[in-house]
């Protein structure tokens, strides 16, 4: 998975791959059972697929700028266009083919 860089709207702007964003929080009991299925997707896809962590208590401006209301909230965005946006915490199985249904 990749580090958030200090500019979110260029990374799903320019990035040549698809980019998954997990949006959570350190507290948030679905984050944690869906962080191992996201970190796994990330290396099945990785070179299809950039995967970041956007903890929301820590980056309060950016889940308001996509109203992100409940976590964990799972989005993909492509060339500054949202595919897919997820909440709650999927199984393996389902995040995999709505994954596949987008890229």
Avoid at 33 to 52: D, F, N
Avoid at 83 to 101: D, F, N, T, V
Wanted: with cysteine.
């Amino acid at each position: 998975m990749s580090a958030l860089p200090d500019k979110f709207d260029e990374l799903i702007e320019t990035n040549a791959l698809p980019v998954l964003v997990d949006f959570y929080a350190d507290w948030c009991g679905p984050c944690k059972m869906v962080s191992p299925t996201i970190a796994q997707l990330a290396k099945e896809y990785k070179g299809k697929l950039t995967t970041v962590k956007i903890n929301t208590e820590k980056k309060p401006a950016i889940a308001a700028q996509y109203s992100i209301q409940s976590i964990p909230t799972i989005m993909i965005f492509h060339k500054g266009k949202q595919l897919m946006r997820l909440q709650g915490a999927y199984p393996y199985a389902s995040l995999k083919a709505e994954i596949e249904k987008v890229i």
